[in-house]
T-cell receptor, first 115, second 114 residues
């Protein structure tokens, strides 16, 4: 069975600090996809990144970076020089290759950036 | 233009009522979804449709009936509303129904049953 665990329920940091959100997943498939979504206080779900299981290269997009490590079944998300606008709930999600698209979400991590 | 739009955004209704949430996407995608987010922020798929055909029905009570008149629309009708139906319902779409397709979500519809 597939499962995503985001052990950090809430994180609070001061602006300009770097922060890492952890995501650990479980799957029996060798082919799968990992996603991160952001849910700001306004409530919408915003897509951030998609990564397939065969691509272990780390990705950087501006202040955001993702570290995918198959050996530890982790797909962690780091925000560098955090800003107040980064305050949101962040969700990690997994989709196995078999069958139709179905995202299994983690519990989410509420990130608060204090000025 | 909003890519995935759903209405209403907020809905307060009494137990036992029937209500609908409408969803439209202008991304040209073939697949649409309904996800439910409960009070603890947990997100779970309810249904998916590909080109008007039901693909996934995730053991949702029969009181929930999705309808897809065309591939750009997926509406959710809920009969005999219960207190436990209070949640945020997200409509979403993706290019295809195969695993790995990126899913784009709407802004959510906040349903409160009193």
């Amino acid at each position: 069975a597939q499962k995503v665990t985001q052990a950090q329920t809430e994180i609070s940091v001061v602006e300009k600090e770097d922060v890492t959100l952890d995501c650990v997943y479980e799957t029996r498939d060798t082919t799968y996809y990992l996603f991160w979504y952001k849910q700001p206080p306004s409530g919408e779900l915003v897509f951030l990144i998609r990564r397939n299981s065969f691509d272990e290269q780390n990705e950087i997009s501006g202040r955001y970076s993702w570290n995918f490590q198959k050996s530890t079944s982790s797909f962690n998300f780091t925000i560098t020089a955090s800003q107040v606008v980064d305050s949101a709930v962040y969700f990690c999600a997994l989709s196995e290759a078999r069958g139709a698209q179905k995202l299994v979400f983690g519990q989410g991590t509420r990130l608060t950036i204090n000025p | 233009d909003t890519a995935v739009s759903q209405t209403p955004k907020y809905l307060v209704t009494q137990m036992g009522n029937d209500k609908s949430i409408k969803c439209e996407q202008n991304l040209g995608h073939d697949t649409m979804y309904w996800y439910k987010q409960d009070s603890k922020k947990f997100l779970k798929i309810m249904f998916s449709y590909n080109n008007k055909e039901l693909i996934i029905n995730e053991t949702v009570p029969n009181r929930f009936s999705p309808k897809s008149p065309d591939k750009a629309h997926l509406n959710l009708h809920i009969n005999s509303l219960e207190l436990g139906d209070s949640a945020v319902y997200f409509c979403a779409s993706s290019r295809g129904y195969q695993s790995g397709n990126t899913i784009y979500f709407g802004e959510g519809s906040w349903l409160t049953v009193v």
